[in-house]
């Protein structure tokens, strides 16, 4: 994607609400929550960054990375 439209959202539940917009199972947030995630709004062609109230610029870099080049883990 070259252009992209970025919003960033600071949540108390981020990993409630990451595990969930994601899709990760029960047992997998509660071993490893997410700190962060990037979440694709089509109709708006938005993408919105969700982080915690404290945060570090590799993860809103991590989550930058998404918004353009979508999922990337392997």
Request: glycine share 6%; proline share 3%; aromatic share 8%.
């Amino acid at each position: 994607m070259k252009e992209v439209k970025l919003r960033w959202e600071v949540r108390e539940d981020v990993a409630q609400f990451c595990a969930k917009s994601i899709g990760m199972g029960r047992e997998q947030a509660f071993i490893t929550p997410p700190v962060a995630c990037a979440v694709w709004h089509v109709a708006s062609k938005e993408c919105v960054i969700v982080t915690g109230t404290r945060t570090t610029h590799v993860a809103l870099g991590h989550e930058v990375r998404h918004c353009f080049e979508g999922h990337f883990h392997k």
